[in-house]
């Protein structure tokens, strides 16, 4: 079974960096495309960023590209959200997230997706 855990959620100042971090277990990384998602309250759930367990393959929402970066460890157990130059509006909670890989579509499509499997969240709050 699918297991994602997610930590490095915290407080920062806009402007800031923070790195989150996902412990992933419980499935064939080359079979699944992970990803973050995140959702504030008030506002739609959000695709942030996926790529694909096997290596390359990595999206971004607008929102967040060119400051944020997703990336996996070489033993395909650890999944990591760097971010930089945070906002306010990227204050939310935060999902580590995975959904079997689809060769037709990729990852990409993950982002708009609704993903089968998903972690219990880490809270990230940006202050101005």
């Known amino acids: 079974q699918v297991r994602l855990v997610e930590s490095g959620g915290d407080s920062v100042q806009a402007g800031g960096s923070l790195r989150l971090s996902c412990a992933t277990s419980?499935?064939?990384?080359?079979?699944?495309?992970l990803g973050w998602f995140r959702q504030s309250p008030g506002k739609e759930r959000e695709g942030v960023a996926t790529?694909?367990?096997?290596?390359?393959?990595?999206n971004y929402a607008d929102s967040v590209k060119g400051r944020f970066t997703i990336s996996q460890n070489n033993a395909k157990n650890m999944l990591f959200l760097q971010m930089r130059s945070l906002k306010p509006e990227d204050t939310a909670m935060y999902y580590c997230?995975?959904?079997?890989?689809?060769?037709?579509?990729?990852?990409?499509?993950?982002?708009?997706?609704?993903?089968?499997?998903w972690g219990q969240g880490t809270q990230v709050t940006v202050s101005s």
């Open positions: 997230v995975a959904n079997e890989y689809n060769i037709f579509f990729g990852c990409a499509k993950l982002l708009s997706s609704e993903p089968k499997f």
């Open positions: 790529l694909y367990g096997g290596g390359g393959d990595t």
């Open positions: 419980g499935y064939s990384y080359s079979r699944y495309c």
